[in-house]
C-alpha cells in the first residue's frame, strides 16, 4: 500500500478538498499490529493510531 497508485490518488484528492489530519503513511502499523486483514488492527495497533492521531491533533492545535 505504501506506493499504491490508488492512495496517492486519494491523498491528493482529500488535501485539496479537506483539512487532512497527517499522512497515510503515518498510520501504517507494523505486521504484528495487524488483525485479521490490512482493514482489522489488533488492541497494540489501536492503541499506536491513537496515539498517533492524538499526537497530530495536539500538533496541529499548537499551530494555530
Do not use: C, D, M
Not at 39 to 47: D, T, V, W
Not at 50 to 56: Q, V
Request: charged share 25%; net charge negative; aromatic share 14%.
Amino acid at each position: 500500500y505504501r506506493y499504491s497508485a490508488y492512495l496517492q490518488q486519494l491523498t491528493e484528492y482529500l488535501t485539496t478538498n479537506y483539512q487532512v489530519i497527517g499522512t497515510p503513511e503515518a498510520y501504517f502499523v507494523p505486521r504484528n499490529k495487524i488483525f485479521n486483514s490490512v482493514y482489522h488492527i489488533n488492541e497494540e495497533g489501536q492503541l499506536a493510531r491513537t496515539e498517533k492521531l492524538i499526537e497530530s491533533l495536539l500538533e496541529r492545535e499548537g499551530s494555530r
